[in-house]
């Protein structure tokens, strides 16, 4: 029996409105036309976003977690988080005007010790609906770690000689995510998690070499590449897996090939190094 036990099957339940506002900032975030029907596979992603008030907040932008009733989030006694991994589940597409309901539970919570120290994991099931009709069903893993040691390696390493082999994938586009970008994420999604926007804590507290992308900024890129080959909302699943950190101002291939579960998508650095993975199946 763990000590978080009492969180698991812990709920909440969010509000709010796919509105033709949201809308266009989304699409004017990766330039993108406004569909006259429904909106992109990823926009679920910027509904329900965080709630927090500000006198809240940790020290690094997350809300703080304690042992109230009121806290949704176990108060893993672990600094840093990650969002690591979702596995999605498109069940019918996002109308713009759409009233949107998420009920999000505790499915599990663990602790292990890795190879740089103790590690905790927390899935969320979250289930969307969209005007009464279930629309998206997730599970998000989150991980906490320790604090990084203050001379520990910055991550992830300066690009080495190698570079990506495109000649393995039917389709690869490069692009350079930005400051601007990931600001207007961030400001779409409500993230406050620091290391998206703050240099010098990104370097300084969690020791990484720059600011780092988005995990589902870099899924939206992909459902967008897969949109482009098969079709607005052609995926009926999608399972990603974050690898390496992404660091802006860099470049990042975004890659789509056929697999044998289906459509294997991934992300990398300039010289090969995966920054995240996902499998999709289409409807």
Same mark, same amino acid.
């Given at each position: ?12 339940? $969010? ?18 036309? @406004? ?5 992109? $596979? ?19 932008? %997350?809300?703080?977690?304690?042992? +109230? ?16 991994? +979702? *596995? ?10 759409? /009233?949107?309901?998420? =009920? +999000?539970?505790?499915? +599990? ?16 099931? &979250? /289930? ?7 629309? /998206?069903?997730?599970? $998000?893993?989150? /991980? ?18 190698? =570079? ?6 039917? @389709? ?20 406050? &998690?620091?290391?998206?926007?703050? =240099? ?11 600011? @780092?992308? %988005? ?16 079709? *607005? ?6 399972? #990603?897996?974050? @690898? ?23 992300? #990398?650095?300039?010289?090969?190094? $995966? =920054? ?8």
């Amino acid at each position: 029996m763990s000590k978080w036990d009492a969180w698991i099957g812990r709920t909440q339940a $969010q509000s709010d409105t796919l509105d033709a506002a949201l809308a266009r900032r989304w699409c004017a975030t990766f330039d993108l036309e @406004v569909p006259d029907g429904p909106m992109p $596979q990823g926009i679920h992603l910027c509904l329900c976003t965080p709630e927090a008030a500000t006198a809240s907040l940790g020290s690094d932008g %997350h809300p703080s977690r304690d042992e +109230s009733d009121d806290s949704f989030f176990p108060p893993i006694p672990l600094p840093r988080r990650m969002w690591a991994a +979702s *596995d999605i589940a498109f069940l019918a597409p996002l109308e713009i005007g759409a /009233v949107i309901t998420r =009920t +999000s539970r505790i499915a +599990s919570v663990s602790e292990k010790e890795g190879t740089t120290g103790k590690l905790g994991f927390v899935d969320v099931e &979250h /289930v969307t609906l969209a005007d009464g009709v279930e629309a /998206v069903r997730e599970t $998000q893993t989150l /991980v906490y770690r320790d604090a990084a040691a203050p001379d520990a390696p910055l991550s992830p390493p300066e690009p080495g000689d190698g =570079t990506f082999d495109t000649s393995a994938w039917d @389709v690869v586009q490069t692009m350079t995510p930005s400051e601007t970008l990931l600001f207007r994420y961030s400001a779409l999604t409500f993230n406050t &998690h620091r290391i998206h926007y703050d =240099t010098p804590y990104a370097r300084d507290e969690e020791r990484y070499r720059g600011l @780092v992308v %988005h995990g589902p900024l870099i899924t939206s890129l992909l459902l967008q590449l897969a949109a482009q080959e098969f079709g *607005d909302n052609a995926l009926a699943t999608l399972a #990603f897996r974050a @690898v390496s950190p992404a660091i802006v101002g860099e470049p990042l291939h975004l890659a789509l090939r056929p697999s044998d579960e289906g459509i294997e998508l991934g992300s #990398f650095a300039s010289d090969g190094r $995966q =920054t995240l993975k996902a499998v999709a199946g289409l409807a």
